[in-house]
């Protein structure tokens, strides 16, 4: 029985599909017309602009498909946690 060879460099899972994490998005309402067929609401949005905010909420949720369509991503947010152990470490020498 032959068993297959592996051809070409093995991928790591983290480098197949990285997120775009900057992006220009001065644009967007032009690209989200084109790329998708679009309701008289959502066309009278992206031309004019929300005058309410369950409007604004429309236009975010629109905004937000057209990032998710062209591989956009907010970059993940720094890890800020520390323990309380860290924290009395801090202030011990400090007088408190």
């Not at 992206?46 to 062209?70: F, R």
């Not at 956009?72 to 924290?87: A, N």
């Given at each position: 029985m032959?068993?297959?060879?592996?051809?070409?460099k093995e991928l790591n899972p983290e480098e197949v599909k990285k997120p775009i994490t900057e992006w220009d998005d001065s644009?967007?309402?032009?690209?989200?017309?084109?790329m998708k067929l679009v309701s008289k609401l959502q066309r009278d949005l992206l031309e004019n602009g929300p005058k309410s905010l369950s409007q604004s909420w429309i236009m975010q949720a629109m905004h937000n498909d057209w990032m998710k369509k062209k591989g956009y991503r907010h970059p993940e947010p720094p890890d800020v946690s520390s323990s309380l152990s860290e924290f009395f470490a801090k202030t011990k020498d400090q007088g408190i």
């Amino acid at each position: 029985m032959a068993l297959r060879k592996k051809v070409g460099k093995e991928l790591n899972p983290e480098e197949v599909k990285k997120p775009i994490t900057e992006w220009d998005d001065s644009n967007w309402r032009e690209e989200y017309a084109g790329m998708k067929l679009v309701s008289k609401l959502q066309r009278d949005l992206l031309e004019n602009g929300p005058k309410s905010l369950s409007q604004s909420w429309i236009m975010q949720a629109m905004h937000n498909d057209w990032m998710k369509k062209k591989g956009y991503r907010h970059p993940e947010p720094p890890d800020v946690s520390s323990s309380l152990s860290e924290f009395f470490a801090k202030t011990k020498d400090q007088g408190i």
